[in-house]
């Protein structure tokens, strides 16, 4: 496999596990925010949506709902991003 087909597979990977987390809340929080985003994204922001991604659902919905505040090891910025996409969603 090339670089660019090993990125591929992985942008398809996440894409997938997005819309498939266990909680249908998550799926359309981070379902829509893959198909949208993923495309564009390098290895490093691919990284950062991993980690994210790697949460479980019950905390992540708390902090994407501003019922919680996320710990410390959260990538706030990348969090930020991600309820801005849903909500601009949300808006339409």
């Known amino acids: 496999m090339t670089a660019g087909e090993d990125i ?3 942008r398809k990977k996440l894409r997938y596990r997005a819309w498939h987390r ?3 809340e998550m799926d359309l929080v981070l379902g ?9 994204m390098d290895a490093a ?6 980690a994210l991604m790697s949460e479980e659902d019950p905390p992540l919905l ?8 996320p710990p410390d090891h959260i990538d706030l ?11 601009a969603r949300l808006a339409r």
């Open 22 to 24: 266990g909680t249908r």
């Open 77 to 87: 910025d990348f969090l930020a991003e991600v309820i801005a996409d849903h909500h």
């Open 8 to 10: 591929a597979m992985r």
């Open 45 to 50: 922001r691919l990284d950062r949506l991993e």
């Open 62 to 69: 708390t902090w994407v709902m501003g019922q919680a505040t």
């Open 32 to 40: 829509p925010y893959a198909d949208a985003h993923t495309e564009a």
